[in-house]
């Protein structure tokens, strides 16, 4: 057919129609493939979640008579005492610190290790070890830290001649939360450093060395061009961080003792749940949970999704 040749409306609107439904086949082969497992994990994740919302209505100790339909009897329980408020001021408390600096010091690291050479892989490795290390113990290796007798920062502060505490930092109702952010911090780093790592790797060279030939400085590259680039790790680091930071159950646990003014979220459930007995209670303190990382994490999501710092799959 010549060039200037017009193509008859009829063979335009079947060439269009065949093209539609080569592009909607090829959009629903992916789905198809995917539709078990999405159903077996929705299935997984909204039924436990609707029982435990429908749970929250009730009062129940777990065995013996049957679940009592009470309304919202137990959010009301929680909004009149202050345990929930205490332990979401808890959990704000951990995230200020646990998202941020691990985030923040992940960064800095990877920019100082993306160079491939054996120091530098050591130093990955070691600042990658914690992670491989179970809460359990670490809560152990901190109490060694905190011990307030003769623990590794006592005699810290008996060898720089400063005062030493005569209380434990962990029986501290004020130093408590943010002594064990500290050991949950060491232990979190690993997780930063790797995946800002993999995203600075991934920035193309010719663009630092356009920016070093129009004369940016080291500080400009990184401000303008490393941060914006990386933006996706920053998603993934922070959206994790602040789960984790209202999931947080066993460090807390572990390291004091389940002592109520150090309460988190989690602990709080254990307490309703497995001290007293009340899994209605500790249900609507799991709801109240699912509801604020939702209220934290769908905003940051669509925020980050409009400025396109998310990786379209």
């Given at each position: 057919?010549?060039?200037?040749?017009?193509?008859?409306?009829?063979?335009?609107?079947?060439?269009?129609?065949?093209?539609?439904?080569?592009?909607?086949?090829?959009?629903?082969i992916p789905w198809l493939f995917l539709s078990i497992p999405l159903v077996v994990?929705?299935?997984?994740?909204?039924?436990?979640?609707?029982?435990?919302?429908?749970?929250?209505?009730?009062?129940?100790?777990?065995?013996?008579?049957?679940?009592?339909?009470?309304?919202?009897?137990?959010?009301?329980?929680?909004?009149?005492?202050?345990?929930?408020?205490?332990?979401?001021?808890?959990?704000?408390?951990?995230?200020?610190?646990?998202?941020?600096?691990?985030?923040?010091?992940?960064?800095?690291?990877?920019?100082?290790?993306?160079?491939?050479?054996?120091?530098?892989?050591?130093?990955?490795?070691?600042?990658?070890?914690?992670?491989?290390?179970?809460?359990?113990?670490?809560?152990?290796?901190?109490?060694?830290?905190?011990?307030?007798?003769?623990?590794?920062?006592?005699?810290?502060?008996?060898?720089?001649?400063?005062?030493?505490?005569?209380?434990?930092?962990?029986?501290?109702?004020?130093?408590?939360?943010?002594?064990?952010?500290?050991?949950?911090?060491?232990?979190?780093?690993?997780?930063?450093?790797?995946?800002?790592?993999?995203?600075?790797?991934?920035?193309?060279?010719?663009?630092?060395?356009?920016?070093?030939?129009?004369?940016?400085?080291?500080?400009?590259?990184?401000?303008?061009?490393?941060?914006?680039?990386?933006?996706?790790?920053?998603?993934?680091?922070?959206?994790?961080?602040?789960?984790?930071?209202?999931?947080?159950?066993?460090?807390?646990?572990?390291?004091?003792?389940?002592?109520?003014?150090?309460?988190?979220?989690?602990?709080?459930?254990?307490?309703?749940?497995?001290?007293?007995?009340?899994?209605?209670?500790?249900?609507?303190?799991a709801v109240v949970e699912f509801l604020v990382i939702g209220a934290l994490l769908?905003?940051?999501?669509?925020?980050?999704?409009?400025?396109?710092?998310?990786?379209?799959?």
């Amino acid at each position: 057919m010549n060039r200037g040749t017009v193509m008859p409306q009829s063979s335009r609107r079947r060439l269009g129609l065949g093209d539609t439904f080569r592009l909607s086949r090829t959009r629903l082969i992916p789905w198809l493939f995917l539709s078990i497992p999405l159903v077996v994990y929705l299935s997984m994740l909204g039924y436990p979640l609707i029982c435990s919302f429908v749970l929250s209505l009730t009062k129940w100790s777990g065995m013996g008579k049957p679940p009592v339909f009470v309304g919202f009897t137990n959010y009301k329980y929680l909004l009149d005492h202050g345990q929930l408020a205490l332990a979401l001021k808890n959990n704000l408390l951990w995230m200020a610190m646990f998202v941020p600096i691990p985030a923040a010091a992940g960064f800095i690291l990877a920019l100082f290790l993306k160079n491939k050479s054996k120091l530098n892989v050591w130093l990955r490795s070691m600042f990658y070890l914690p992670m491989i290390i179970s809460n359990t113990v670490l809560s152990i290796m901190w109490l060694a830290v905190y011990e307030p007798r003769h623990g590794m920062l006592t005699e810290l502060l008996r060898f720089l001649h400063l005062p030493v505490p005569t209380q434990s930092y962990l029986t501290r109702p004020g130093t408590a939360i943010i002594a064990i952010s500290i050991a949950g911090i060491w232990h979190w780093i690993g997780f930063p450093l790797v995946v800002y790592l993999a995203a600075v790797q991934d920035i193309p060279q010719e663009l630092l060395e356009a920016a070093e030939l129009d004369g940016a400085s080291r500080l400009q590259k990184i401000w303008h061009i490393v941060i914006p680039l990386v933006a996706h790790a920053t998603t993934i680091v922070v959206a994790l961080g602040t789960i984790l930071s209202m999931k947080v159950f066993d460090l807390i646990y572990l390291m004091t003792g389940g002592y109520y003014k150090n309460d988190v979220v989690g602990t709080l459930i254990w307490r309703y749940a497995y001290e007293e007995a009340k899994l209605g209670r500790a249900s609507a303190v799991a709801v109240v949970e699912f509801l604020v990382i939702g209220a934290l994490l769908v905003p940051y999501i669509l925020y980050r999704r409009r400025k396109g710092e998310l990786i379209e799959i």
